[in-house]
């Protein structure tokens, strides 16, 4: 069985941005193998894109929101894990936490809502 992945880019002229996001992290974990495994499939991914034109913008999501509710340990080191995704190939060009997005969250829930049936 052969799989091919087929990319169009829009042609209207302007250069496609595309965001990927790889190493997404919870606060009360370590780094893993699965975490460096991600870091390399989202560098690999990012440069891939940038060979056909894309610009590329490498995003990091830290869950802060649902550790919260855990009674576990919230000890992540942002700044090492942030360097360890660097060695690892995937530098974050921006890092999302996802607190930030709940009120957001809700102003959206709120404003669909009001197309319920």
Request: proline residues 4%; without cysteine; charged residues 20%.
């Amino acid at each position: 069985m052969t799989n091919t992945l087929q990319l169009k880019f829009p042609t209207n002229g302007k250069k496609s941005s595309i965001i990927v996001e790889a190493g997404h992290i919870y606060t009360n974990e370590h780094p893993t193998l699965e975490h460096q495994v991600g870091a390399t499939w989202g560098n690999l991914l990012s440069s891939y894109l940038a060979l056909f034109g894309a610009e590329i913008e490498n995003w990091l999501f830290i869950d802060n929101y649902n550790p919260q509710f855990e009674e576990k340990p919230q000890d992540l080191n942002i700044g090492d894990y942030i360097s360890s995704l660097s060695q690892w190939g995937f530098a974050p060009d921006k890092v999302v936490y996802e607190a930030d997005l709940v009120e957001h969250a809700k102003e959206v829930i709120t404003y669909l809502a009001q197309f319920k049936k």
